[in-house]
T-cell receptor, first 115, second 115 residues
Framework: DAKTTQPTSMDCAEGRAANLPCNHS???????VYWYRQIHSQGPQYIIH???NNETNEMASLIITEDRKSSTLILPHATLRDTAVYYC????????????????FGKGTLLTVNP | NAGVMQNPRHLVRRRGQEARLRCSPM?????VYWYRQLPEEGLKFMVY????????ESGMPKERFSAEFPKEGPSILRIQQVVRGDSAAYFC?????????????FGPGTRLTVT
């Protein structure tokens, strides 16, 4: 799986958009970008994933650059409950022929949403 | 639809005892993954199981650790003769069968403390 680089921590004001960057310059053509988050003392929570097109769901938006070397997770209106460690993970999903089923979590970005 | 269930949520064992951690996947999910999170560290993959089969145990310590996912009942992670270094949060995740295995759904974790 491609290695990812994320800032250690970020702050965001409540109600504002939180933009979390992730660099994955060695990503290969069939690797997807996944985002998970882990709220303190809880299990990780899946947020969103994408291959090359921008994606949006009820939780967040994922913007992937045209060269796919970086991406940004956007929480449009951050709340205090969004304070968590956010993990960017790159991998080939099993159904696409990937044999690496495991998720490899790095250190992630600690997002603190301030009132 | 109930989420991934793990029990117990907290487990205290003395050195040398056995620890048994249980995981019930989401309804309809036949793939189970175990991860370990040591204090102040990220999650590390341990083992991936399907019903009655271990698919990938590359992250399991060579000794004292074993996992199973029987035809009936929950998945069990067993740690024999626990040592203080086994103190950690153990998370179970599940995913659906086949091509829908994009995301893994995590349980709340079992926090093991070895005294």
């Amino acid at each position: 799986d491609a290695k990812t680089t994320q800032p250690t921590s970020m702050d965001c004001a409540e109600g504002r958009a939180a933009n979390l960057p992730c660099n994955h310059s060695t990503i290969s053509g069939n690797e997807y970008v996944y985002w998970y988050r882990q709220i303190h003392s809880q299990g990780p929570q899946y947020i969103i994933h994408g291959l090359k097109n921008n994606e949006t769901n009820e939780m967040a938006s994922l913007i992937i650059t045209e060269d796919r070397k970086s991406s940004t997770l956007i929480l449009p209106h951050a709340t205090l409950r969004d304070t968590a460690v956010y993990y960017c993970i790159v991998r080939i999903p099993p159904y696409s022929g990937g044999s690496n089923y495991k998720l490899t979590f790095g250190k992630g970005t600690l997002l603190t949403v301030n009132p | 639809n109930a989420g991934v269930m793990q029990n117990p949520r907290h487990l205290v064992r003395r050195r040398g005892q056995e620890a048994r951690l249980r995981c019930s996947p989401m309804k309809g999910h036949s793939h189970v993954y175990w991860y370990r999170q040591l204090p102040e560290e990220g999650l590390k993959f341990m083992v991936y199981l399907q019903k009655e089969n271990i698919i990938d145990e590359s992250g399991m310590p060579k000794e004292r650790f074993s996992a199973e996912f029987p035809k009936e009942g929950p998945s069990i992670l067993r740690i024999q003769q626990v040592v203080r270094g086994d103190s950690a949060a153990y998370f179970c995740a599940s995913s659906p069968q086949g091509g829908l295995a994009h995301e893994q759904y995590f349980g709340p974790g079992t926090r093991l403390t070895v005294t």
